[in-house]
Nanobody, 124 residues
Framework: QVQLVESGGGLVQAGGSLRLACAAS????????MGWFRQAAGKDREFVAT????????YYADSVKTRFTISRDNAKNTVYLQMKNLKPEDTAVYYC?????????????????WGQGTQVTVSS
């Protein structure tokens, strides 16, 4: 069973930056596609970014692709989400997830394991 633990969330002013981390244990991290998703209050969970197991491919939601960067360190079993120029609309609980597939995917239903989430709040 894979366990995912997110960290790095917090309160930041608009225009600021945060770096989220997600540490994995209990599985073959280096073989999983990893993704970040977010869920704002009262809204559905939405895709943010995904990265292939080799780090060769990444894909972003249009709303974040010029501001966020996903990366991973397979030696540390950790995936990161660097967020810059944060906006109030980025406020949400951010979740990392692992998919037992060899391709990048933005589909929530393709992910097999989920973390508990970390809150990001951006004040205006």
């Amino acid at each position: 069973q894979v366990q995912l633990v997110e960290s790095g969330g917090g309160l930041v002013q608009a225009g600021g930056s945060l770096r989220l981390a997600c540490a994995a244990s209990g599985g073959r991290f280096s073989s999983y596609t990893m993704g970040w998703f977010r869920q704002a209050a009262g809204k559905d969970r939405e895709f943010v970014a995904t990265i292939s197991f080799t780090s060769g491919s990444a894909y972003y939601a249009d709303s974040v692709k010029t501001r966020f960067t996903i990366s991973r360190d397979n030696a540390k079993n950790t995936v990161y989400l660097q967020m810059k120029n944060l906006k109030p609309e980025d406020t949400a609980v951010y979740y990392c997830a692992a998919a037992k597939v060899t391709y990048i995917t933005w589909r929530v239903d393709m992910y097999d394991y989920w973390g508990q989430g970390t809150q990001v709040t951006v004040s205006s």
